[in-house]
C-alpha cells in the first residue's frame, strides 16, 4: 500500500523539475496558481464537457466566477462566439495572466473581458446578465453570508432560462487544504435554502467524475450543481 504515495511523491517531484525546463516553465507556472500539477489539459477539457453537457451553446453568454489564469476560460472562449465570455477573479495576478493567455492563443478576435472584482463581478458589470454561471471548484470557500451574497447577485444577473453550475465537496471528504476558519459543510439541501431566499432552487447533477473530472484526483466526487431560478422550476412543473 505504500507504493501508491511513493509515485504519487515521485511524480510530484518529476512535475516540479519543469519549472527549469523553458519549453514547459510556462504551463508549470500556470498550474501552480491553480493546482494540481500536471492535470491542466484534463482539467480544461473537464470543464468545458460539463457546461457542454448541461446545455452551453456557442452563443450563450458566460460568466465564469474565479477564471484564474484561464484554465477553463481558453476553452470556453474558443467555444462561445465572441463577446459571451466574461471571466471574474478577486486575484489582480492571475487577471494578468489570463491577459496574457489570450494574447498568446490569439483569442483577441473573441473579445472576452477580464474582471478584477472583490463582489463577483457585480459592482463591474453594469446591466449585463447571462445564460450560464460557472463556477468550478470554488463554492465550498464560502461561509453562509458569502453563499448568499452569491446568490443575491445571481439571481439578478443570471437570465430567467439561464442555469449556474458549480461544485461542493462530497460526503467525508478531505477538508485540510482549507484554511481556518472553515466554511460549513455545504450540502445540496443546505445551500438550496440559501438560495431559495433569493428565488433560486439547487439540484444536484451527480459527481464531477460523472461530467470527466480526472478519476485520479481526490475531488472527483465533488457534487456538481445545478442552480436556475425557482419561477423556472414552478413553470416547468406547472406545465
Known sequence: MRIIP????LRRRIYALRAFVPGLRRKHRLEQMVGPLGFWNELQAYQLTAVRRLGLLPGH???DLGCGPLQGGEMFIRYLDPQCYVGVDHRRAVIEVGHE???????????????????????ELGASSF???????????????????????VS???KP???MVGDILGLNADRSFLKPPLPPEHT???????????????AACGTIQDFGYPPRLGLRTNTLLEITHLARQTTAKDQ
Open 6 to 9: 511513493a509515485l504519487k511523491h
Open 61 to 63: 453568454t458566460l460568466l
Open 101 to 123: 493567455q489570450i494574447a498568446q492563443h490569439a483569442l483577441k478576435a473573441k473579445a472576452p473581458r477580464l474582471l478584477f472584482s472583490e463582489s463577483f463581478g457585480d459592482v
Open 131 to 153: 445564460d450560464f454561471i460557472w463556477a468550478s471548484q470554488v463554492l465550498y470557500y464560502f461561509d453562509e453570508p458569502t453563499m448568499a451574497q452569491l446568490f443575491e447577485m
Open 156 to 158: 439578478r444577473r443570471l
Open 161 to 163: 432560462d439561464g442555469k
Open 188 to 202: 445540496p439541501q443546505s445551500l438550496d435554502k440559501i438560495a431559495r431566499a433569493h428565488g433560486l432552487c439547487v
